[in-house]
């Protein structure tokens, strides 16, 4: 069971980047899919989370109205569109994956069981 997160770089404000978590050895159609980022000196947060029917979503009010999660089930993949990228963007971003339900607007990391090894997402002024 594996989750490969990629799709991070440098970019700058204004700029867009789209990450990818791969899933393998499991199907992501079954599991809730977190995204969560940690900046240098902080706590790690909630970004957006996905549930496993893919009928709800919810964001980071930071993110809210810039960022999309989505899925793609033949390429048992979910993806996070983000647009609009500012300075504070800028952190290693997580995805992970868990059987609860647990997708809310908390988008809390407590109970997501496996993580994918994190993206730099790095956004210049």
């Known amino acids: 069971v594996q989750l490969q997160a990629s799709g991070g770089g440098l970019v700058q404000a204004g700029g867009s980047l789209r990450l990818s978590c791969a899933a393998s050895g499991f199907t992501l159609d079954y599991y809730a899919i977190g995204w969560f980022r940690q900046a240098p000196g902080k706590e790690r947060e909630g970004v957006s989370c996905i549930s496993s029917s893919g009928g709800r979503s919810y964001y980071a009010e930071s993110v809210k109205g810039r960022f999309t999660i989505s899925g793609d089930s033949d390429r048992n993949t979910v993806y996070l569109q983000m647009n609009s990228l500012k300075p504070e963007d800028t952190a290693v971003y997580y995805c992970?994956?868990?059987?609860?339900?647990?997708?809310?607007?908390?988008?809390?990391?407590?109970?997501?069981?496996?993580w994918g090894q994190g993206t730099l997402v790095t956004v210049s002024s």
């Open positions: 992970a994956s868990t059987g609860w339900d647990i997708c809310n607007r908390r988008i809390s990391s407590v109970s997501y069981d496996y």
